[in-house]
T-cell receptor
Framework: TQLLEQSPQFLSIQEGENLTVYCNSS?????LQWYRQEPGEGPVLLVT?????EVKKLKRLTFQFGDARKDSSLHITAAQPGDTGLYLC?????????FGAGTRLTVKP | DAGVIQSPRHEVTEMGQEVTLRCKPI?????LFWYRQTMMRGLELLIY????????DSGMPEDRFSAKMPNASFSTLKIQPSEPRDSAVYFC??????????????FGPGTRLTVT
């Protein structure tokens, strides 16, 4: 089992602030996904990273895959209340995919 | 596409009763996953299918849980008999591994199960 650790577990910030959340593992992944889940809904895919060192941007969100493909980070610039939700990372490898426990983000107006 | 469809959205049942959750994956997706989510344990993979065949059921809690996929467009997760500790949100997800490295999953809205 490939264990994914996400940090911080909870994060509460004011609108306009920047933040970074992390997803770490001792295992190498063939790909890694980030999802956002809002209350009462299923997780929604944000991005997939495949190549070590890869950086992808989605508006104010920047995703980075570690060079060794064991970890990833998500940086949000100028957070907005609409960014509130549970951010989950999921790593794939060896015909297996596992989710981290998530970071629960609250952005206060 | 309509996305992954799950039914019912909410289920309240008494301990000991049989519960059947249903899922219709996205057309053309050849992988189907069942997850359970609770505050305490987060998102747990229960079982997944590839081309209607169960590949890994190591996450199924115990014999009270069973899952079937009789065809490419339908799957069920059954709990018999249900217990209060089974209360959770159950998600179905599907994916297509083309390109093979993606493993991107698309989730349904979930079924919130409450066992009293």
């Amino acid at each position: 089992t490939q264990l994914l650790e996400q940090s911080p577990q909870f994060l509460s910030i004011q609108e306009g602030e920047n933040l970074t959340v992390y997803c770490n593992s001792s295992s190498v992944f063939s790909s890694l996904q980030w999802y956002r889940q809002e209350p009462g809904e299923g997780p929604v895919l944000l991005v997939t990273v495949v190549t070590g060192g890869e950086v992808k941007k989605l508006k104010r969100l920047t995703f980075q895959f570690g060079d060794a493909r064991k970890d990833s980070s998500l940086h949000i610039t100028a957070a907005q209340p609409g960014d509130t939700g549970l951010y989950l990372c999921a790593g794939a490898g060896n015909n297996d995919m596992r989710f981290g426990a998530g970071t629960r983000l609250t952005v206060k107006p | 596409d309509a996305g992954v469809i799950q039914s019912p959205r909410h289920e309240v049942t008494e301990m000991g009763q049989e519960v059947t959750l249903r899922c219709k994956p996205i057309s053309g997706h050849d992988y189907l996953f069942w997850y359970r989510q609770t505050m305490m344990r987060g998102l747990e993979l229960l079982i997944y299918f590839n081309n209607n065949v169960p590949i890994d059921d190591s996450g199924m809690p115990e014999d009270r849980f069973s899952a079937k996929m009789p065809n490419a467009s339908f799957s069920t997760l059954k709990i018999q008999p249900s217990e209060p500790r089974d209360s959770a949100v159950y998600f179905c997800a599907s994916s297509s591994h083309q390109p093979a490295s993606s493993y991107e999953q698309y989730f349904g809205p979930g079924t919130r199960l409450t066992v009293t």
